[in-house]
C-alpha cells in the first residue's frame, strides 16, 4: 500500500491499540493513572510539541437510532507516562448536554448504539484483550458482554440485534516452535514464501470475520466465515469493520477479501467482494470480473442494493477509486461516481436509497459530495479550506462528520443538506484559544510545461512582510496522496509557522483531485515531471520580498523522504537544510526489499534486471543514491526500524553516503517504530530534534 505521511492522521487510532493495560483494581498492569483531558498552560501564544499532545483526538462517532443523540470517542495523551486512553462522550444531537461517559486508563474504542438506542456498545482491553462491553447512554451499568479468547478487532451487531459480526486474528503460519517442540526459546523465522512481513509485524496471522448468535447477554455459536483459508478479511494494514456489512435481513454478511497469499499475494491487488449466506454457509463472489481493489460493502437501507469501492487495475493501489452499486434481484452493475473525476473515500446511503453521500479530494479539499442515483449526477455540499473525513446520517436532514484543516484538528460537524456546517464539539478549544495560527493562502502556480498548480502556502503567526523569514518546501509523501487540508500530530504546519518558518506545499504531479492524468503522471517518472514542480513551487515563492532564498529547506516523509534525497542531489544550491524521514535512497533495493511488490512494481515500472524496459532503467536511473557526489548539503534522517515498507537501511546508507562525503548529517533512528511515530516521546524527540536541525542551518 501507499507509503504515504498524511496516513499520520491515522496515527492516534493506531497508538490507542497500542497503549492498553491489563486490568488490576480497575488500574493497567503498570498502575498508570487515568489521562485526562489536558489543562497545559502555553506560554508565547505559539504552538510547541507538547501542545500538539496534548490535544484529544477525536476517533469514530455514532448517531442513535432516533437521530437525537451522537457518541463518540476521544484519546488523550501523557507523554511522562509514554502512553494513552480513549474514552466515549455522548451529546444530543445539536452539540448540547455533552457528557464524557467513561473515566478508565484503558481503550474504549468503536462505539455504537443498540438495543434501539437504550445502549452503548463499545471495545475495551480493561480484561486484558478488547472485548465488547455495554453501559446505559449515561454511563451507569458497565459490563462485559464478550469474553472471546483473543482480542476482538472490530465489530458489527446485525440489524435485526440477533448476531454480532467480529473480527479476530487467526493463525495461519507455523511458528519455529510448531516445527520444532523442543526449541521453545529459538527466536529464528523461517521462511519459504513472500509476504513474510507486513507494515510492522512478521505475518504469523490473519484477521478473519466471525459470526455469533447474540442474546443481549453474550454470544454462542461462534463461526469463522473463513474457517481453514489462510486469506485476511478485512484487508491489512488498513481495513477494518467497514470492509464488512451486514444485509438487512441480517441472513447474509459481505466481506472483503484478497483470496491470494505469498508471491500471489505480494504481486497483487485484486481483492473482491464476498457475500456469504449464514443459512447455506455459502460464499458467492460478486466481483470477480474486476482485477483490482474491492473494498468497503454497504447494503442499502431497503435491501435492494449494495455498493462498494472499487480499482480497476490490478496492480494499481494509487487507481481511482470508484463507487459502484448493485442491483441484487437483476445482478446490474453501474459506476455510478463517474462525474467525480478523483476516488471516492468513505460514503454513506440516505434513508430512501435515493441518494449517496461520499467524501472526495478536489482541489486540496476534501468535501462531502452527493450522488443522486436517479441520474448518477454528481454535486458538491460542503465547500471551504477544511477537509472532512465519514460521513454519516443525522436524521432526516443532516450529515455529520468529523473536519479539520491545516489550522485546527479534527472535531464533529452537522452538515445541512444545503452544505451549512454547524460545529458541535469544541474538544480543543481551550488549547486553540492560547495559540495564535499562521495565515494559510492557496496559491496557483504555472508550471514548467504549462500546467496550473495548486499550492499551500502557510504563514507564520504576526507575520510581517517587511521581514525576510527562512522557508520549507514540503514534499508530500504518497507518492499519490493529496496536500489537502490535512492536520497532522507529527507534519504538522502551524508548529512549523510558530517557528518563525514560511512552508510551501504543492500539490505536484501525481497527486488525486486535479484529474486523473495529473495522478497518473508519476507512475514511472519519479525523477520527472514532479521534481520540476517543486522547483517551481520554491522558485515561485522565493520571488517574494519576505522569502529569504539564501535560508531554504526541504523536507518530506515516505515519497516526501525520496523527494528530499532526490532533491539533494539536483538542487543547484538552492536549499541550505534537508530533513528527509522514511524516504528510499537507494531504488534498486527498494524493489527488493518492500513488502507489497505491486507497488514497486507499477510505480517502478518492473525490476532493475529488466535491461528491455525502458521505463524501469529510467526510474533505476533516477536512483538518489547514484546523485551522491552532487550532495553538498546539511542533511538530517529519520527511520524506524520497524518500518517494513522502506527499511531503515535507507536511512542509514544515506546518512552513512553524507559522512563520508563530509556533508553535515545526523541520523534519528527509532527502533520501535514503523513507517510513523507513534509514541508521545518519541514524538515529542522527533519535534525536538526537526527543529533544532532546521534552526542550526537556516537561522544562522
Known amino acids: ?89 455522548v451529546m444530543n444531537a445539536d452539540g448540547t448536554d455533552n457528557r464524557q461517559l467513561t473515566h478508565t486508563s484503558f481503550q474504549e474504542n468503536e462505539v455504537s448504539w443498540i438495543k434501539d438506542g437504550s445502549k452503548l456498545a463499545f471495545l475495551s482491553n480493561d480484561s486484558g484483550t478488547n472485548q465488547l462491553y455495554e453501559m446505559n447512554p449515561d454511563g451507569s ?46 527466536t529464528g523465522i523461517i521462511v519459504t514464501d513472500l509476504m513474510y512481513k507486513h507494515w510492522d509485524e512478521w505475518v504469523t496471522a490473519a484477521p478473519h470475520p466471525f459470526v455469533a448468535d447474540f442474546d443481549g447477554d453474550g454470544i454462542s455459536n461462534v463461526v469463522d466465515i473463513l474457517e481453514g483459508e489462510p486469506y485476511e478479511s478485512p484487508m491489512r494494514p488498513w481495513g477494518g469493520i467497514e470492509q464488512l456489512a451486514w444485509s438487512g435481513g441480517s441472513d447474509k454478511v459481505a466481506y472483503t477479501c484478497r483470496k491470494k497469499t505469498g508471491l500471489e499475494y505480494a504481486t497483487s491487488t485484486n481483492s473482491d467482494i464476498y457475500i456469504y449466506d449464514l443459512a447455506s454457509r455459502q460464499t458467492e463472489n460478486i466481483t470477480q470480473p474486476n482485477k ?45 461516481s463517474k462525474d467525480f473525476a478523483s476516488n471516492v473515500d468513505a460514503f454513506v446511503w440516505s434513508a430512501d436509497a435515493r441518494t449517496i453521500y461520499f467524501t472526495g479530494v478536489w482541489h486540496g479539499e476534501v468535501q462531502i459530495h452527493a450522488i ?27 450529515l455529520i462528520a468529523r473536519r479539520h484543516s491545516m489550522s485546527a484538528g479534527d472535531e464533529i460537524f452537522a452538515v445541512a443538506m444545503d452544505g451549512t456546517a454547524t460545529q458541535l464539539t469544541q474538544e480543543n478549544k481551550h488549547l486553540y484559544d492560547q495559540m495564535d495560527m499562521g495565515k494559510v493562502e492557496a496559491r496557483w502556480m504555472t508550471t514548467t510545461d504549462g500546467k496550473q498548480m495548486l499550492t499551500w502556502v502557510i504563514y507564520p503567526p504576526q507575520f510581517d512582510p517587511k521581514k525576510k523569514y527562512p522557508t520549507l518546501l514540503f514534499c508530500e509523501g504518497g507518492p499519490q496522496s493529496p496536500v489537502s487540508q490535512f492536520w497532522s500530530y507529527r507534519w504538522n504546519f502551524q508548529i512549523m509557522a ?67 534525497y532526490w532533491l539533494a542531489g539536483h538542487h543547484d544550491k538552492r536549499f541550505k537544510a534537508f530533513i528527509a524521514h522514511d524516504g528510499i535512497f537507494n531504488m534498486e533495493m527498494q524493489y527488493l526489499e518492500t513488502e507489497e511488490k505491486w507497488f514497486a512494481d507499477w510505480d517502478m515500472g518492473g525490476p532493475y534486471w529488466d535491461k528491455q524496459n525502458t521505463v524501469a532503467q ?41 559522512v563520508m562525503r563530509k556533508v553535515p548529517a545526523e541520523l534519528l533512528i527509532y527502533p520501535d517504530e514503523n513507517h510513523w511515530v507513534l509514541k508521545p516521546q518519541n514524538g515529542i524527540l522527533w519535534q525536538r530534534t526537526y527543529f533544532e536541525w532546521l534552526d542550526k542551518w537556516l537561522k544562522k
Not at 151 to 165: Q, T
Open 498 to 564: 510558530a517557528h518563525d518558518y514560511i512552508i510551501v506545499a504543492p500539490n505536484r504531479r501525481g497527486l488525486p483531485g486535479f484529474g486523473l492524468e495529473w495522478n497518473e503522471a508519476i507512475s514511472g517518472d519519479y525523477g520527472g515531471q514532479c521534481m520540476k514542480d517543486y522547483f517551481t513551487a520554491i522558485d515561485e515563492m522565493a520571488k517574494e520580498p519576505y522569502v529569504d532564498r539564501d535560508r531554504l529547506g526541504c523536507v518530506g516523509a515516505s515519497f516526501g523522504g525520496f523527494s528530499v
Open 372 to 398: 443522486d442515483l436517479a441520474t448518477d449526477s454528481v454535486r458538491a455540499v460542503t465547500n471551504g479550506m477544511n477537509d472532512y473525513d465519514g460521513v454519516a446520517l443525522l436524521g432526516t436532514d443532516h
Open 1 to 89: 500500500m501507499k507509503f504515504n505521511n498524511t496516513l499520520i492522521m491515522m496515527s492516534a487510532a493506531l497508538l490507542a491499540a497500542s497503549c492498553g493495560g491489563t486490568k488490576e483494581a480497575g488500574k493497567t498492569a503498570d498502575d498508570a493513572p487515568l489521562i485526562e483531558k489536558s489543562t497545559l498552560r502555553i506560554e508565547g501564544r505559539r504552538m510547541t510539541p507538547e501542545a500538539l499532545w496534548a490535544m484529544g483526538r477525536i476517533g469514530n462517532l455514532a448517531v442513535s437510532p432516533d437521530g437525537k443523540r451522537v457518541a463518540y470517542t476521544v484519546a488523550y495523551y501523557s507523554v511522562p507516562q509514554n502512553k494513552s486512553n480513549r474514552e466515549v462522550y
Open 618 to 658: 529510467r526510474t533505476f536511473a533516477n536512483s538518489p543514491h547514484r546523485f551522491v557526489d552532487k550532495w553538498d548539503t546539511p542533511i538530517l534522517c529519520i527511520h524506524g526500524e520497524k518500518d517494513y515498507r522502506i527499511l531503515a537501511n535507507q536511512a542509514m546508507a544515506a546518512f552513512d553516503a553524507a
Open 292 to 336: 483490482g481493489y474491492d473494498t468497503n460493502p454497504q447494503y442499502s437501507p431497503d435491501g435492494n442494493y449494495i455498493a462498494w469501492l472499487s480499482m480497476e487495475r490490478d496492480g494499481y493501489e494509487a487507481d481511482q477509486n470508484r463507487l459502484f452499486v448493485m442491483n441484487l434481484a437483476t445482478g446490474e452493475k453501474r459506476f455510478v
Open 141 to 186: 451499568q458497565r459490563r462485559q458482554l464478550t469474553h472471546y479468547d483473543g482480542d476482538i478487532e472490530g465489530y458489527a451487531i446485525s440489524p435485526d440485534g440477533k448476531k454480532l459480526l467480529f473480527i479476530a486474528a487467526v493463525k495461519t503460519r507455523p511458528s519455529t516452535a510448531d516445527k520444532y517442540p523442543d526449541l521453545p526459546k529459538a
